[in-house]
Structures are given as structure tokens and as C-alpha cells.
């Protein structure tokens, strides 16, 4: 737009700069024809954005997961996302279910460091070097 020329002008003049998108077809009685037409549609599509992991799996709610390598992975999402307290809660549930899985023992010292405290980072230190065998 030229300087000194309002939104309005520039659009009068030219209104081929704004380009919508097509509107979907009508909708059809024939059904088959109607799913070929919306499969046709090239329209705008929003798409939802989908968690990483469903929160309903989390420590106390009813639901098991024997595996403590996913409990691992989900606390270290939650780290990464800066939930240091909620990645803690998923590294113990890991360590609960498997007291030998050093990598989880790692993690949790970690989480407890983010989070300042350095007596029970310092502790899972502890229990990841006795399980690592180092």
C-alpha cells in the first residue's frame, strides 16, 4: 500500500490482492456423491493439536502401566517442558515399579536438582550409581 492511501482505497483499487479460500460444496443427497465432493475440497483444514501422551495414565489414576521406561520418557517430556514436580512424580513411579532401572535413578537425581533440592538429588544420585554399578 502506498504510503498515504488508506486500506479502503487500496483495496478499491485493487481487490484481487485479498484472496479467500473456496467455500465447501453444498452439501449433496446422494451420499457417495458427497464424500467424493468433500475427499475433492481443497479447502483450509484445521487440524487439533494433539498431546504428546494422555495425562488420564498418570500416578493414582487407576490405570497401570508395568513399563517403568515409560513412566521414564513421560517424566522426562514433563521435564523438558519445564513441569519439574510432575517429572519427579513420573521418575518415582518408574523407580517403584523398577527399584533396578538406573536410567529412571538418573532422571529423578536430576529433577530434584532443577528443583533445588540437592539432599534427595543427591540420594537418587546415590541409588543410580548403586543400581548402575558404578
Given at each position: 500500500m502506498p504510503p498515504g492511501q488508506s486500506l479502503g482505497q487500496?483495496?478499491?483499487?485493487?481487490p484481487q490482492l485479498i484472496a479467500l479460500p473456496a467455500p465447501p460444496p453444498p452439501a449433496?443427497?446422494?451420499p457417495a456423491a458427497a464424500d467424493?465432493?468433500?475427499l475433492?475440497?481443497?479447502g483450509p483444514s484445521v487440524e487439533p493439536e494433539l498431546p504428546s501422551f494422555d495425562m488420564t495414565d498418570q500416578?493414582?489414576?487407576g490405570i497401570e502401566i508395568a513399563?517403568?521406561?515409560?513412566?521414564?520418557?513421560?517424566?522426562d517430556q514433563m521435564r523438558a517442558k519445564g513441569d519439574t514436580i510432575g517429572a519427579i512424580a513420573l521418575y518415582k513411579e518408574a523407580v517403584q515399579i523398577d527399584p533396578?532401572?538406573?536410567?529412571?535413578?538418573r532422571n529423578l537425581a536430576l529433577a530434584y536438582q532443577d528443583a533445588g533440592d540437592e539432599g534427595k538429588a543427591m540420594e537418587?544420585?546415590?541409588h543410580f550409581k548403586s543400581v548402575a554399578g558404578n
Open positions: 487500496a483495496l478499491a483499487v485493487r449433496l443427497t446422494n467424493a465432493q468433500a475433492a475440497y481443497a500416578p493414582g489414576s513399563d517403568p521406561a515409560v513412566w521414564m520418557m513421560k517424566g533396578a532401572f538406573s536410567p529412571a535413578w537418587a544420585f546415590r
